[in-house]
């Protein structure tokens, strides 16, 4: 049921947040100021140091809220997937698929979203209990290939991460992407420390995703 709930959430918030930072306590900054604007789904890779206490202490700040869900990304292997789901992340993402990894996350159902760029990947990770891939990297390829990949697997759900935009948001919804990564044009303003910045991006991005699912705040 835990899986199920969250995979709904995710779907329910559209957007996932990519979160990397040079440090824990910006992951943190940026973390909330995400969510102050909307996007609820938030993906902090292993990439920043001290990832693992920054994935808990979210997950305690918004223990309360329902609708906001921590995830870990650039997971590579079991251990690390243990270390998140020990610390509180609900999913768990990959740059490549891992059969350890997704057995460990099956085993404490966790969604576990690893990155695939052809078929024949997706359908072993699909085969290995993964509800949820992610296309990676997906501004190499572009909505295009969901739409072909979804002709014979339409059984198949696919989150794009890689080249996301405000610009192209619509095009990979359209292709059939109901969970949609954004990293970099969601989280530029940070580089600066411009967190309300990031605020008002996440707003416009959350927006953009309800007027083209059809839902209300």
């Not at 995710?10 to 824990?24: C, F």
């Not at 870990?72 to 992340?89: N, S, Y």
């Not at 969604?111 to 695939?116: E, H, L």
Request: proline share 5%; with cysteine; hydrophobic share 45%.
């Amino acid at each position: 049921m835990q899986k199920i709930a969250v995979l709904t959430a995710l779907e329910k918030n559209g957007i996932v947040a990519v979160l990397r930072a040079e440090s824990a306590e910006k992951a943190l900054k940026i973390a909330d100021a995400l969510v102050a604007g909307g996007v609820k789904s938030i993906e902090l890779t292993f990439t920043v140091p001290g990832a693992v206490q920054a994935i808990e202490n979210l997950a305690k700040e918004y223990a309360d809220d329902g609708g906001v869900v921590i995830g870990a990304g650039t997971v590579l292997d079991a251990h690390a997937a243990h270390d998140a789901i020990t610390a509180g992340a609900k999913f768990v993402v990959a740059p490549t698929f891992d059969r350890e990894t997704a057995e460990l996350c099956n085993l404490y159902q966790i969604p576990y979203i690893p990155g695939c760029m052809t078929v024949n990947e997706m359908k072993t990770a699909m085969k290995a209990g993964s509800d949820l891939v992610k296309f990676f990297p997906s501004d190499v390829l572009g909505p295009a290939f969901i739409k072909d990949v979804k002709a014979p697997l339409p059984q198949l759900e696919i989150m794009p991460s890689g080249g996301v935009n405000l610009d192209n948001l619509a095009d990979w919804y359209q292709a059939g992407c109901k969970v949609i990564g954004v990293g970099g044009s969601l989280l530029k303003p940070a580089k600066t420390n411009q967190f309300d910045k990031v605020t008002e991006t996440a707003k416009a991005f959350a927006q953009r995703y309800r007027q083209l699912s059809g839902r209300h705040a």
